[in-house]
């Protein structure tokens, strides 16, 4: 197997987008992009690739190796074959030879995947490690290995049909797109576990819907109960969370409803969706989602609109992880997968994450209007949960804080007007006063008699009292409520993201 050598000036490994649900490289087939697996494996058409050894396939024959994904499976024999990827040869990469697949990835034009994640996750390294070999490390281990001074890290971006950006797909292997490089800047964020993970798990702090910050919390044995463990999947289309996590992004939508036949909510096309995840709380990381990814439309049928946070569990990896992040959130970041330096010894260091947002959320707001109709939204942002447990931060509405701002630019005119009113009317009791002194002072006569302080006496009305009609006639106290609904849009700070870079015009092609 071979992709085609590159070299500083060649273009990057440009993954292929199929209707925003799969990205497809090639590595002399076209196979997709995975971080949520770490096999290589092949469907060829038709049987065995050519340029493959069979030496192995022949002793594991007779134990033929599944490989299991969150949806599909493939079966076949484990193979090697010389590989060029990114400029690096790899003399014998090991492989799964598919004799059969059950994966959507085939009915888009894929002929397989390969994964990127860790070699503990591998099932081909395993089964290999059972004949007594080492030679069964995944396709990045190995890439890595070629040169152990190189940094061991990928990074890419997907692109999207929706939105009508143009912009298109990168990855690299040690370097990045130069439009993102700041990208080594943000913070490093931890995997989850921090050391020797098999998947790229992170911790979520929180995730933003509107006005409403909303906390977050776990299953999974030993993980902070405030937080979530988060798989970030580039295999995965949707993304699939707890029922109430997507309750908490559709159910306030007017029109919007759950379809249990088709596992998914039914939302109108019209409606924006404004919200953010929120990893790594001790740096206030804030990721803007596009809200055309929020609420794709519907595979051939562009008049209905579906929730992409999908209310289901996966059953593989059960318990290792609460939400499994896909595409239609990792569209809106850039993001590096660094896999750990090798040392003086050759022992690798944990593993982090790094991501840039892509999305300007008021741009990204005008995509949505272009697309669906309507007007766009103005000054939207997003408040960072400073506390540790997760709790809700609330913020003033788009109109409200437009209000505010207009009436801080003019606040000083005002007061110095009702200050000039002020002194205006003090002047004039001054001068009233020292008018009616004078007067008193030329007119005033002593009273002969004093007069009497007792009180006049009042004529009792014949009607009840209005003390009596208050004793028949009971009020109700009926409170006006002065808080800000939930349908209130939110203004927090603007996240981190290029001026010249997200989401705005082609980004130039960086290098694999």
């Known amino acids: 197997m071979s992709c085609p050598a590159s070299s500083s000036t060649d273009p990057a490994t440009l993954p292929s987008d199929v209707h925003d649900l799969i990205y497809i490289a090639n590595v002399s087939f076209p196979v997709q992009l995975d971080t949520g697996s770490s096999d290589l494996w092949v469907l060829p058409t038709p049987g065995f690739l050519p340029n493959a050894e069979a030496t192995v396939s022949t002793l594991l024959s007779r134990r033929d190796a599944p490989t299991h994904y969150g949806i599909g499976s493939t079966l076949g024999l484990v193979a090697f074959a010389p590989t060029v990827f990114a400029g690096i040869t790899i003399p014998q990469q090991a492989f799964l030879n598919s004799t059969s697949a059950q994966n959507p990835a085939i009915s888009y034009g894929a002929a397989g995947i390969v994964g990127l994640g860790f070699d503990s996750l591998s099932q081909i390294d395993s089964a290999i490690n059972k004949t007594g070999s080492s030679a069964g490390r995944t396709l990045l281990y190995n890439l890595f290995q070629d040169n152990p001074s190189e940094p061991n890290f990928i990074a890419f971006s997907l692109q999207s049909t929706s939105d009508g950006d143009g912009v298109q797909g990168t990855l690299a292997v040690g370097e990045t797109d130069p439009s993102y490089a700041n990208v080594?800047?943000?913070?490093?964020?931890?995997?989850?576990?921090?050391?020797?993970?098999?998947?790229?798990?992170?911790l979520l702090d929180s995730f933003i819907v509107g006005s409403q910050t909303h906390a977050v919390s776990t299953t999974v044995p030993a993980a902070p109960q405030n937080k979530a463990v988060a798989?970030?999947?580039?295999?995965?289309?949707?993304?699939?969370?707890?029922?109430?996590?997507?309750?908490?992004?559709?159910?306030?939508?007017?029109?919007?409803?759950?379809?249990?036949?088709l596992g998914q909510w039914i939302v109108p096309c019209e409606a924006e969706i404004d919200m953010a995840l929120q990893i790594e709380l001790s740096s206030n990381q804030i990721f803007p989602i596009n809200p055309l990814d929020v609420t794709p439309t519907a595979l051939g049928d562009s008049n209905t609109c579906v929730g992409s946070f999908i209310p289901q569990a996966v059953s593989v990896g059960s318990g290792q992880f609460d939400w499994l992040i896909g595409d239609n959130v990792l569209r809106s970041v850039y993001a590096l997968y660094d896999f750990g330096d090798f040392d003086s010894s050759?022992?690798?260091?944990?593993?982090?994450?790094?991501?840039?947002?892509l999305v300007d959320p008021d741009q990204a707001s005008v995509e949505f209007h272009n697309a669906r109709g309507g007007t766009p939204n103005t000054n939207i942002t997003y408040n960072v949960s400073n506390s540790e447990s997760g709790s809700?931060?609330?913020?003033?509405?788009?109109?409200v804080a437009?209000?505010?701002?207009?009436?801080?630019?003019?606040?000083?005119?005002?007061l110095g007007v009702m200050a000039l009113n002020a002194l205006v009317l003090i002047i004039l009791v001054v001068v009233g006063i020292i008018l009616l002194c004078k007067r008193r002072g030329k007119n005033a006569r002593?009273?002969?008699?004093?007069?009497?302080?007792s009180p006049m006496v009042m004529d009792n009305p014949s009607g009840p009292r209005d003390s009596e009609l208050s004793r028949n006639l009971p009020h109700t106290y009926q409170p006006?409520?002065?808080?800000?609904?939930?349908?209130?849009?939110?203004?927090p700070p603007t996240p981190g993201f290029s001026k010249d870079s997200s989401r705005f015009g082609d980004r130039p092609n960086s290098i694999a």
């Open 231 to 261: 798989l970030l999947d580039s295999g995965t289309a949707y993304t699939y969370a707890p029922t109430d996590v997507c309750t908490a992004i559709y159910g306030g939508i007017s029109g919007a409803q759950y379809d249990s036949t």
């Open 446 to 453: 002593i009273r002969k008699i004093p007069g009497r302080l």
């Open 346 to 357: 050759g022992d690798v260091g944990n593993p982090y994450v790094q991501m840039l947002a």
């Open 184 to 202: 080594t800047s943000t913070n490093k964020i931890p995997t989850w576990p921090v050391t020797a993970p098999s998947r790229w798990n992170v």
């Open 402 to 414: 437009t209000a505010i701002e207009n009436l801080s630019k003019f606040l000083p005119v005002i």
């Open 392 to 399: 809700t931060t609330v913020s003033l509405s788009t109109d």
């Open 480 to 491: 006006v409520s002065m808080a800000l609904t939930e349908d209130t849009l939110f203004v």
